[in-house]
């Protein structure tokens, strides 16, 4: 049974500090996918990646994927307000049906 | 393009009492899923279907029935409405390329049961 886990699961940051959000799960997968969800509102997709090595990035958000260690990083550069959400990764079953198996959830506050 | 539409957006129902979620997208989708996200949670996989007329179980289908009669449309049953059902619930679809695209999220029905 593929499981994952997240830390942390409560990230206070101040502003323009950097940080590292840790996604491990229990069986072999080389399809991991980041999503954003605000506070009420639904799920943003944010990164997918899809090998071993994967590096995506956008604006202040960086992902990877090491597949070997079963571990995806979500790296915050200097963070910002705005990046206040919730990040939750979620991880291929590689069966049928594409099913994904989900974190926790991690909940960033970044403070002024 | 409205994407993955959910209704109703907020409902309250009476223990016993049964109702349908709505959900239906526009991009053509074969694959959507059911998902319940309870508070502090992830989400959690509850039907799925891969293309009209094939659904499956996920994590948590007990209490929960659906159907894919087209392939815009897959609606969710609660039968006997329980306390445990209080929930926020996600419709979800992803296209042919599958895995090498990610899911795409209705806005969620908030559902309590009282």
């Known amino acids: 049974e593929l499981k994952v886990e997240q830390n942390p699961l409560f990230l206070s940051m101040q502003e323009g500090k950097n940080y590292t959000i840790y996604c491990n799960y229990s069986?072999?997968?080389?399809?991991l996918y980041w999503y954003r969800q605000d506070p009420g509102k639904s799920l943003e997709s944010l990164f997918v990646l899809l090998s071993n090595g994967a590096v995506k990035q956008e604006g202040r958000l960086m992902a990877s994927l090491d597949t070997k260690a079963r571990l995806s990083t979500l790296h915050i550069t200097a963070a910002v307000h705005d990046l206040s959400a919730t990040y939750f990764c979620?991880?291929?079953?590689?069966?049928?049906?594409?099913?994904?198996?989900f974190g926790a959830g991690t909940i960033l506050r970044v403070k002024s | 393009n409205a994407g993955v539409t959910q209704t109703p957006k907020f409902r309250i129902l009476k223990i016993g009492q049964s109702m349908t979620l709505q959900c239906t997208q526009d991009?053509?989708?074969?694959?959507m899923y059911w998902y319940r996200q309870d508070p502090g949670m992830g989400l959690k996989l509850i039907y799925y279907s891969v293309g009209a007329g094939i659904t499956d179980k996920g994590e948590v289908p007990n209490g929960y029935n659906v159907s894919r009669s087209t392939t815009e449309d897959f609606p969710l049953r609660l039968e006997l409405a329980a306390p445990s059902q209080t929930s926020v619930y996600f419709c979800?679809?992803?296209?042919?390329?599958?895995?090498?695209?990610?899911?795409?999220f209705g806005d969620g029905t908030r559902l309590s049961i009282l």
């Open positions: 991009m053509n989708h074969n694959y």
């Open positions: 979620a991880v291929d079953m590689l069966g049928y049906g594409n099913k994904l198996v």
């Open positions: 979800a679809s992803s296209g042919d390329r599958g895995r090498d695209q990610p899911q795409h």
């Open positions: 069986t072999t997968s080389d399809r």
